[in-house]
Structures are given as structure tokens and as C-alpha cells.
T-cell receptor
Framework: EAGVAQSPRYKIIEKRQSVAFWCNPISGHATLYWYQQILGQGPKLLIQFQNNGVVDDSQLPKDRFSAERLKGVDSTLKIQPAKLEDSAVYLC???????????FGPGTRLLVL | GNSVTQMEGPVTLSEEAFLTINCTYTATGYPSLFWYVQYPGEGLQLLLKATKADDKGSNKGFEATYRKETTSFHLEKGSVQVSDSAVYFCALNSGGSNYKLTFGKGTLLTVNP
């Protein structure tokens, strides 16, 4: 069974630029999560989707971050404009449903200069 | 709110040594508890979990027991191997109908031959 796929694996941008990350969850998984992992800290949930609807985006900085999962499968997370403090690893995870075990992708490492 | 506190790392051990990584939590209700492991360059993997008090989760020689009276979920392994070198994260879910994970900061384990 293929795992959670993410791209790109690495991205370097300058502050105020925009960037987008892509996630393809495990086939059949209804729930998709985006986490931000700053160096030296544990992952922090940014947004949770159930199919194509948002369940929880309480910790998403909505003035600069946006995410969508239009067809209930793939998802994109966008940052516009980026700030230095957005440098982190962005992790995507999926689960069969909202109560299921979460499976994580390898992450996208973002560096904002 | 929910929180997880892990022992500070890094932890450096010799092969075949005994491992303990402490984890304590604060949560409302009756959370499930988890240990995730992150090997270099990879995403997080679920190592073990426990869903109620006095449950013991185990996998790959690792064990942790859900202690409600001390709000703890310490990770142990009797004899570590070089291949166990990784970052270990303790986490809890908020319970209810949503599987929102709250992570600790992680503990880096290095096992030397």
C-alpha cells in the first residue's frame, strides 16, 4: 500500500514570496491533516479535512495560510506571503476517518530567507 | 488545554542499554496516548498506543503503560540497538469525535555501537 506522498521535499524562498505544498493521502482515507513542525518542537496541527470539508482550522494563520482539498483526495497548502518564522517542516497525514490512526508523509522542509 | 511534556534530549546510549523516555500529560477527559518515532529523513511513524488507563502498548521491543494516577506514559526498551536512533514523540488525542493529536517536543535518541 502506498503511503502519504508529499512534494516538494525541500523548498527555499525569500520572505514575502509565496509557496505551495502538495499532499496525496493514502487511497480511501477520508481525513487529511496538515501539521507544522518547527525545529526542536513537536508537530502542531494547522488544519484538518474530512473529505473536502474543513473540520478544524483553529491554529491556521488565515491571514497568510490557506489550504484546500477540492475533490476530497489531494490537498494543497499555500503560504502567501511567507515570513521568516514560517521556516519549518510541513507534514501531511491521513487516516481512514476522524478516529483512525494517522499516517504521516515524509514532509516538506521550507526555509524562508 | 491539552499538553504533553517529554524529557529533554538528547539521550545517548550504548547498544544493549536500557532506555526510558519520560512523558507526562495534561488533558481533559480520557485521552488516548501515543508514541511516534521519526527516523532520519522520514516521516513520523506510530510506534505504539494505549487507549485507556492501565493499558500497555508495545511494539518492536518498546513498551509504555498508560498511568492515569500519575498522568504518565513513559517509553521503555530493555536493550536498544543502533537502529533505534531516532526522534521519539509522545502524543495524546483530545478524545471525543475528533482525533486531534497534541505532541510533545520530541526526544532525540542516539545509540552508539
Amino acid at each position: 500500500e502506498a503511503g502519504v506522498a508529499q512534494s516538494p521535499r525541500y523548498k527555499i524562498i525569500e520572505k514575502r514570496q509565496s509557496v505551495a505544498f502538495w499532499c496525496n493521502p493514502i487511497s480511501g482515507h477520508a481525513t487529511l491533516y496538515w501539521y507544522q513542525q518547527i525545529l526542536g518542537q513537536g508537530p502542531k496541527l494547522l488544519i484538518q479535512f474530512q473529505n473536502n470539508g474543513v473540520v478544524d482550522d483553529s491554529q491556521l494563520p488565515k491571514d497568510r495560510f490557506s489550504a484546500e482539498r477540492l475533490k476530497g483526495v489531494d490537498s494543497t497548502l499555500k503560504i502567501q506571503p511567507a515570513k521568516l518564522e514560517d521556516s519549518a517542516v510541513y507534514l501531511c497525514a491521513s487516516s481512514l476517518d476522524a478516529l483512525g490512526t494517522q499516517y504521516f508523509g515524509p514532509g516538506t522542509r521550507l526555509l524562508v530567507l | 488545554g491539552n499538553s504533553v511534556t517529554q524529557m529533554e534530549g538528547p539521550v545517548t546510549l550504548s547498544e544493549e542499554a536500557f532506555l526510558t523516555i519520560n512523558c507526562t500529560y495534561t488533558a481533559t477527559g480520557y485521552p488516548s496516548l501515543f508514541w511516534y518515532v521519526q527516523y532520519p529523513g522520514e516521516g513520523l511513524q506510530l510506534l505504539l498506543k494505549a487507549t485507556k488507563a492501565d493499558d500497555k502498548g508495545s511494539n518492536k521491543g518498546f513498551e509504555a503503560t498508560y498511568r492515569k494516577e500519575t498522568t504518565s506514559f513513559h517509553l521503555e526498551k530493555g536493550s536498544v540497538q543502533v537502529s533505534d536512533s531516532a526522534v521519539y514523540f509522545c502524543a495524546l488525542n483530545s478524545g471525543g469525535s475528533n482525533y486531534k493529536l497534541t505532541f510533545g517536543k520530541g526526544t532525540l535518541l542516539t545509540v552508539n555501537p
